[in-house]
């Protein structure tokens, strides 16, 4: 049973414009949300989060939404760049109990140059 | 300079061998955790250590035993390999107790082969 899931294993989007990666989930206990970006070989490194208490939250050139009604996120990255190639995660977490990071299987994003 | 680190990078062997693997994290973190990365990259927790003490054990084959001799480290033992076993193992930490939701920080993997 996943509880979450990238639909999209992989995107291509041309450098300069916007990337949009989705994420859903269906636990609805879940309330901790992040994104991981992983190079080959590497392990994921953390990128952004955003708590159930937020719709929104922006880093940089990094932006993740959340929809709680939806059970949905995105992570918008503009503008995208060569070196943000690379396969995104999403994780969630509950904050009651002994928590874990449930992940998504991943979405391979490649920025054309 | 290393947060996370594990050692080896790849480990290739037979099946029936025991092989263990050793993660360390220099972040001053309170949690560490195991992760499993199969064919289908899919990354999914194995075992969560707090302070030495464990947390989370997921259905795990009881082959799969993690040490833990100080909070800084937490090591994978795997006896009887088999071939199922091959996989990217993750080593990650985090700053709060394991109990509630926090960011972690992942090592590099070993990636497991066993023939």
């Known amino acids: 049973d996943q509880q979450v899931k990238q639909n999209s294993p992989s995107l291509s989007v041309q450098e300069g414009r916007i990337s949009i990666l989705n994420c859903d989930y269906t636990?609805?206990?879940?309330?901790?949300f992040l994104w991981y970006k992983k190079y080959p070989a590497e392990g994921p490194t953390f990128l952004i989060s955003i708590s159930s208490i937020k719709d929104k939250n922006e880093d940089g050139r990094f932006t993740v939404f959340l929809n709680k009604s939806a059970k949905h996120l995105s992570l918008h990255i503009v503008p995208s760049q060569p070196g943000d190639s690379a396969v995104y995660f999403c994780?969630?977490?509950?904050?009651?109990?002994?928590?874990?990071?449930?992940f998504g299987t991943g979405t391979r994003l490649t920025i054309i140059p | 300079d290393t947060a996370v680190s594990q050692t080896p990078k790849y480990l290739v062997t037979q099946m029936g061998n025991d092989k263990s693997i050793k993660c360390e994290q220099n972040l001053g973190h309170d949690t560490m955790y195991w992760y499993k990365q199969d064919s289908k990259k899919f990354l999914k927790i194995m075992f969560s250590?707090?302070?030495?003490?464990?947390?989370i054990n997921e259905t795990v084959p009881n082959r799969f035993s993690p040490k833990s001799p100080d909070k800084a480290h937490l090591n994978l033992h795997i006896n009887s390999l088999e071939l199922g076993d091959s996989a990217v193992y993750f080593c990650?930490?985090?700053?709060?107790?394991?109990?509630?939701?926090?960011?972690?920080?992942f090592g590099p993997g070993t990636r497991l082969t066993v023939l």
């Open positions: 250590y707090n302070n030495k003490e464990l947390i």
């Open positions: 636990n609805s206990m879940f309330d901790y």
């Open positions: 990650a930490s985090s700053q709060g107790s394991g109990r509630t939701a926090d960011t972690q920080y």
């Open positions: 994780a969630a977490s509950a904050s009651f109990g002994n928590e874990k990071l449930t």
